[in-house]
């Protein structure tokens, strides 16, 4: 299985509500990853998870949180977000964290919309 | 910072050949380049490591200039399922961290 699956595919949420965000992979990766890609843009990092724990938080605010609740799984709670954050979030993950080798794995990413 | 690519977008004819750079203005230990089809998630083509390499895969190959910081990808004899937005990513080594480049939007036509 080389596949990183997301849910749910399109999510629309108030700036009031709280979501989730969730992100699978069973290729016994180590390293977990969050983007943010808006429209006709290169994807932006997020977080870098590697072996469970966070390792880079790019200056990303509070109402997004990461957890990693185990080697497979990737999760991003959403609360009082902003229409700004309107975009596409991709998870990834790769072998290890050492990008100077290691291919990055795409899942297909949740379409996001604040209202 | 991040990598610029060159051109911004180029529409070819099926059967023609494309080149598309990718700069950095900071020391490079490898690049990786992707293609993203409208909608779908950017999908791995290759890295290209410190050290002057060229890899080819089939009709696309890449080169890594580490002096010039620059890499490029070439494509030959172009196929239709080729179209799509192609971003370079740059780490240094050991980096748990890919900056992708600007992107370039391919698009090829019968």
């Known amino acids: 299985d080389t596949e990183v699956t997301q849910t749910p595919k399109h999510l629309v949420m108030g700036m009031t509500n709280k979501k989730s965000l969730k992100c699978e992979q069973h290729?016994?990766?180590?390293?977990m990853y969050w983007y943010k890609q808006k429209a006709k843009k290169p994807p932006e990092l997020m977080f870098v998870?590697?072996?469970?724990?966070?390792?880079i938080n790019e200056s990303v605010p509070s109402r997004f949180s990461p957890e990693c609740p185990n080697s497979s799984l990737l999760n991003l709670h959403l609360h009082a977000l902003q229409p700004e954050d309107s975009a596409l979030y991709l998870c990834?993950?790769?072998?290890?964290?050492?990008?100077?080798?290691?291919?990055?794995?795409f899942g297909p990413g949740t379409r996001l919309t604040v209202l | 910072q991040q990598p610029v690519q060159s051109p911004q977008a180029v529409i070819l004819r099926e059967g023609e050949d494309a080149v598309i750079n990718c700069s950095s203005s900071?020391?490079?230990?490898?690049v990786h380049w992707y293609r993203q089809k409208h909608g779908e998630a950017p999908v791995f083509l290759m890295i290209?490591?410190?050290?002057?390499e060229q890899k080819g895969h089939e009709k696309i190959s890449a080169s890594f200039n580490e002096k010039k910081q620059q890499s490029s990808l070439y494509l030959t004899a172009s196929q239709l399922s080729y179209s799509g937005t192609y971003f370079c990513?740059?780490?240094?080594?050991?980096?748990?961290?890919?900056?992708f480049g600007t992107g370039t939007r391919l698009t090829i036509i019968p």
């Open positions: 990834a993950s790769s072998q290890d964290t050492g990008l100077t080798y290691n291919e990055q794995f």
């Open positions: 290729m016994g990766h180590r390293a």
């Open positions: 998870y590697s072996y469970e724990k966070l390792s």
């Open positions: 900071k020391a490079l230990y490898s």
């Open positions: 290209l490591l410190k050290g002057g």
């Open positions: 990513g740059t780490s240094a080594f050991g980096n748990e961290k890919l900056t």
